[in-house]
């Protein structure tokens, strides 16, 4: 039996260090892991719990992240809980196996420090990682602290493990400014975190030899479309599960998750809408612009990026004046992905109710974003807002050296 | 382990109930028989990846499975890894007391092609064996990517056709010597390493065995002779193997613990390697008079890898 681990109701620790924890408790069958910055100390940490006896699953230190997402794939087939942690080029060498992991509906908790991609080379935070595989079929949520990394990877099991849900799931954190940050976080104890997530129920086991089953077979026309059809409705229908375990979550903790994280919007006019550190970055902004220049400022922030909360994001954008779509990811050569999701949100409701929308491209490589250039975004905002259209580039490059970089002009009428 | 014997090849054709006869494998083909020499050779539950190749398009295209078995597939590359996993899964769950049937053994085995297993999933199958998964990697080596119609791998042998290696007016086909997989394999330090073939079934049911019995990581190469790119008749697959063997092209031996080395079968009459050549399509241009040299070519090293493993197995070492 591992041993347990006594916790403090306040410890400080860093986003890595918090899920590391968080693994620890699940009681993970199976680790197959490979290092890369800035991920490194989840594995790192799990190793020495490994080494004291904190663990009994098998740690497996493979030889790439393909392989580390490979060996999840085939220990999470034999019947068991799985998990891993990667970043950046890691994450896009085990993309391959992620297409594979959703399409076999196993439910393995991926832990990815957002870093940016290569090249050139940066070790630095941003979210091209996570773009690089947004259609890869998994749940994926997103921490914007360490505490959120923790909770967010106890839920994550729970909403992966789901007989109705039976996914691949996702927890983001931003590079450094979350993994490395120390700060306070509040555990549940080793035996509640674990009750609260369960024992692993196994389904379709490889080691159930009286059922024998047959792993990632081949469909040509004939099924193909029909197994991805309902893989994306399984997808789709996961947020009724997500929401129930963030209620559960709740009840357990005090600590309240929603599909779609909404501040100040109740009167909004302007809002941001982001991902990661970047929300409370953009909360903070937003409270001194309402206290000291009366600019109705809220912002918007998907903790669940798949599924794409795309009602509560129409609903809470509905009627406002202007958001901005902050991408911390080069599209390049269109508009940012959120930008996008958000556009295609806001075409389903009439055009009274919508907001001009504009794009920020920002914090590439890990080039920093305060709170004072969140501000001058909102008061833009809001300058667009009151003359009724877009008075800047549609797409803007925020925090770049040189001269100023736009693209598209908006249209007045 | 418990061993199953199979006494004659009459036994041998209808002994498997965990393979089913039903799947896509072109007639002729020797990657079932091989399939099937390995499901006979044991009583053991079995967990068996594949690597994306012929075996794996021509045995789960859904809604049908010839495999009565657990069995994955997931890339190309990554068999071993997928066994690996799963292998560490069961040591897990057995530790923790969570499998459904504790006591019955079980054994992981991963197929992959020669072009997975030479080339893409190299790195895998090195990874998975330097970490001493208790696992039989069998690689059915058919010298060429043939699932995909016939392109050149890092196994095709010199002087082959394919498709990506032609023999054309200025070419006599692959340049490069075939990669000496048995040798690096057992240089990562497996417990048991072989090379055999379908013809000396026998053998190769005692290699298998042996493979399955030994804890840790082993490697066994096996000749899968490949009637639609080697281009001989479908009838001929083991009357081709066994020129393989008996030319010496493919040597039926085994590595022990990375060195101790077993010549299991020595041909009474050690036939030149033209014969072997001469009985398939692949090798027809080496008959040109331009082109004899090549055949000189391999011929010496056949003689002289021969040697080396006739001295490697006196030397003890």
């Known amino acids: 039996m591992a041993e347990k681990m006594e916790l403090k109701s306040t410890e400080v620790w860093d986003g890595n260090y918090a899920a590391a924890q968080a693994l620890r408790q699940a009681q993970v069958d199976v680790v197959a892991a490979y290092p890369i910055t800035p991920s490194t100390p989840i594995v790192e940490t799990y190793g020495s719990f490994v080494a004291n006896g904190y663990i009994d699953g098998e740690f497996v230190m493979v030889e790439s992240e393909h392989a580390a997402m490979s060996g999840c794939v085939g220990a999470a087939a034999a019947g068991g809980r799985v998990a891993t942690a990667t970043s950046s080029q890691g994450f896009m060498l085990m993309i391959e196996v992620l297409y594979q992991a959703s399409g076999m509906r196993l439910p393995i908790v991926l832990n990815v420090v957002n870093r940016a991609i290569a090249s050139p080379l940066n070790v630095r935070g941003d979210h091209g990682d996570m773009y690089a595989g947004r259609d890869s079929g998994w749940v994926q949520l997103d921490a914007f602290n360490a505490q959120e990394a923790y909770d967010l990877n106890l839920c994550a099991f729970k909403i992966g493990e789901d007989i109705n849900v039976r996914l691949p799931v996702m927890v983001h954190q931003d590079g450094f400014v979350t993994s490395h940050t120390a700060q306070n976080v509040h555990p549940l104890s080793d035996d509640e975190a674990y009750a609260f997530i369960g024992d692993y129920k196994p389904v379709d086991e490889m080691l159930d030899f009286s059922k024998p089953v047959t792993y990632g077979a081949q469909t040509e026309e004939d099924w193909h479309y029909e197994h991805k059809a309902k893989q994306h409705r399984a997808l789709m229908d996961s947020y009724v599960v997500i929401d129930r375990v963030f209620e559960a979550f709740e009840k357990k903790t005090g600590r309240k998750y929603k599909r779609l994280e909404t501040y100040m919007m109740e009167d909004a006019e302007v809002a941001i809408l982001a991902l990661g550190t970047t929300v409370e970055t953009s909360i903070l902004a937003a409270k001194q612009l309402r206290e000291e220049e009366g600019i109705k400022a809220g912002v918007v922030a998907p903790r669940v990026i798949r599924p794409f909360p795309l009602n509560e994001l129409r609903a809470a954008l509905a009627g406002i004046k202007c958001v901005a779509a902050l991408d911390r990811s080069c599209p390049m050569g269109a508009m940012g992905a959120l930008y996008n999701e958000t556009c295609g949100a806001l075409a389903t409701i009439p055009a009274e109710q919508r907001p001009l929308v504009t794009n920020f491209i920002y914090g590439l490589g890990g080039r920093d974003f305060a709170v004072d250039e969140a501000k001058r975004i909102f008061r833009e905002q809001k300058g667009h807002a009151d003359v009724g259209h877009i008075t800047t580039h549609v797409q803007q490059f925020s925090g770049l050296r040189g001269p100023k970089l736009g693209f598209y002009e908006s249209k007045r009428s | ?317």
């Open chain 2, 1 to 317: 382990m418990a061993i199953r014997s199979v006494k004659n090849l009459k036994e041998f054709s209808t002994a498997n109930e965990r393979f089913e006869g039903a799947h896509l494998l072109c007639p002729g083909c020797a990657h079932s028989m091989i399939v099937r020499e390995l499901m006979n050779a044991t009583d053991d539950n079995l967990v068996i990846a594949t690597n994306t190749g012929c075996l794996e398009v021509s045995t789960a295209v859904y809604p049908y499975t010839s495999w009565d078995t657990s069995w994955i597939h997931i890339g190309f590359e990554n068999a071993a890894t997928a066994a690996a996993g799963a292998e560490a899964m069961y040591k897990a769950r057995k530790r923790k007391g969570t499998l459904k049937d504790p006591d019955a053994p079980v054994k992981f085995v991963a197929f992959g092609g020669d072009g997975s297993t030479y080339d893409i999933g190299f790195q895998w199958l090195s990874g998975a064996v330097e970490r001493g998964h208790d696992f039989t990697y069998i690689c059915l080596d058919n010298e060429n990517y043939a699932n995909t119609g016939g392109q050149r791998s890092s196994s095709t042998p010199v002087g082959a056709h394919t498709s990506t290696a032609q023999a054309g007016r200025v070419s006599y086909g692959k340049k490069q010597k075939k990669k000496d997989m048995v040798a690096i394999m057992a240089a990562h330090g497996a417990p048991y390493v072989a090379q055999l073939a379908p013809n000396k079934w026998k053998i190769m049911a005692k290699g298998f065995q042996k493979a399955l019995e030994t804890e840790g990581p082993c490697f066994i190469n096996t000749v899968s002779a490949c009637t639609t790119e080697w281009k001989f008749d479908a009838k001929d697959t083991i009357h081709i193997t066994d020129l393989a063997t008996d030319t010496l092209m493919f040597p039926i031996y085994e590595i022990i613990n990375g060195h101790e080395l077993n010549i299991l079968y020595r041909p009474k009459n050690v036939l030149p390697v033209e014969e072997y050549l001469a009985a398939q399509g692949r090798y027809k241009h080496l008959f040109k008079p331009e082109n004899r040299h090549v055949i000189e070519r391999i011929q010496k090293e056949i003689d002289e890898k021969w040697e080396y493993l006739q001295r490697r197995e006196e030397a003890k070492v």
